[in-house]
């Protein structure tokens, strides 16, 4: 029988949370699919209206339009199941974002790239547009004890909130990353398991002073449903699992964003400088040689992100970003997980799960 996640009253069918993957990687289209096989759907808020049409002009107008469309047409195509938002801590208008996801009725709201700490106010007293009464639920991603005592101390603290779920982010997940370079370049020398065992046992622990259970899923590195059964048998409630979507006839991509990962080598997948001030990693490609050899010219700042200083950037994080999703992936940035170069071929979701479901049996 597979192990159903629980998260309040929110229940998947099976214990997998899709990634958000942004700009644009995973929006309605992959994210209301997963939720359709009982896995949890994630849409990407990042830059999440690059496609509507005062988006040049007024991007944070478009942006928050945005959330609201792709959440409603994932909901759509989920068929009754669960479908999520990934907020980036570091977006200008963070609080915006929640309130918007929020009214647009996501189910989850998954937040990092920095900690969380106004996420339960954010999200508090905003009224779904469809009128039902339940709240999304709240998860804060952490890397470390540290940030996970951080996190929930400030939220029982300040909100008397415990989180709904947490989701501990390694250092073999893709995009940005809350790990220093030193360390992701001696992942082995880490031993990230028993560091996350000690974030397990931290979690629990708060969950029991609260009387209430609070999930726990690994991120980073799980790629088939052998990788992702390890650490369930380990204890964890669940898993995420981003970089294996991407290569899905579902994902939002370009279909030459899908084909650069199957067609990357393992040497290609590498750790980037982004202009956001975090490592981060990516597939080696055109772009990334340009940049080694010095700034990129960029046209005007779309508001993305709170510690970009425009006039200084080495290249725009959005354009590039922008540029991969819509398949000019020799002028993008091609964000990805340490398995990216695993992938072999197109599949669909249906595919993934029927594979998970044979691991998990």
């Known amino acids: 029988m597979i192990k159903q996640l629980q998260i309040g009253d929110l229940t998947a069918r099976f214990p997998v949370i899709q990634g958000g993957m942004g700009v644009g990687v995973s929006l309605s289209g992959l994210a209301g699919a997963v939720a359709a096989q009982g896995g949890i759907g994630i849409i990407s808020t990042a830059q999440i209206g690059y496609r509507e049409p005062d988006y040049q002009v007024n991007p944070h107008t478009a942006n928050l339009r945005a959330v609201k469309k792709e959440i409603r047409r994932a909901k759509e195509l989920a068929a009754g199941g669960i479908v999520g938002v990934n907020i980036m801590v ?3 208008g963070y609080e915006d974002y929640v309130k918007a996801a929020v009214e647009a009725g996501a189910d ?3 937040s990092g790239a920095g900690l969380p700490v106004t996420l339960p106010e954010a999200a508090s ?8 009464s339940r709240q999304a639920k709240l998860s804060p991603i952490v890397s470390s004890v540290k940030s996970a005592n951080v996190i929930m101390k400030y939220w029982m603290k300040k909100y008397n909130y415990l989180p709904d779920l947490v989701v501990i982010e390694g250092p073999l997940a893709g995009g940005h990353l809350g790990f220093d370079r030193k360390q992701l370049e001696d992942i082995e020398g880490m031993h990230y398991e028993e560091e996350v065992m000690r974030i397990l046992e931290t979690v ?3 969950g029991r002073a609260g009387n209430r259970e609070i999930p726990v899923v690994m991120a980073g590195g799980v790629y088939t449903g052998a990788e992702a059964r390890k650490w369930l048998d380990m204890g964890l409630d669940g898993v ?3 970089t294996r979507f991407v290569t899905t006839v579902e994902c939002d991509a370009h279909l030459a964003f899908k084909q650069a990962y199957i067609n990357a080598e393992k040497e290609d997948i ?9 490592p981060g ?3 080696r490609n055109a772009f990334l040689e340009r940049t080694a050899k010095g700034p990129v010219p960029h046209g005007r700042c779309h508001g993305c992100i709170k510690t970009c200083k425009p006039q200084e950037t080495p290249y725009c994080i959005t354009e590039a970003l922008v540029n991969a ?3 000019d992936v020799d002028n993008g940035l091609l964000f990805c997980g340490s398995n990216a170069y695993r992938a072999q071929r197109i599949e669909t979701t249906a595919d993934i799960f029927a594979e998970l479901a044979s691991a998990f049996e």
Not at 125 to 132: A, I, K, N, Q, S
Not at 270 to 278: E, N, R
Request: overall charge positive; proline content about 3%.
């Open 90 to 92: 570091a977006t200008k």
């Open 270 to 278: 590498v750790l980037v400088k982004s202009p956001v001030g975090m």
């Open 125 to 132: 007293g905003v009224r779904r547009e469809d009128g039902e």
């Open 108 to 110: 989850l709201i998954i």
């Open 204 to 206: 629990k622990a708060f």
């Open 281 to 283: 990693r990516a597939i």
């Open 325 to 327: 999703v819509k398949g």
């Open 240 to 242: 995420q699992m981003a």
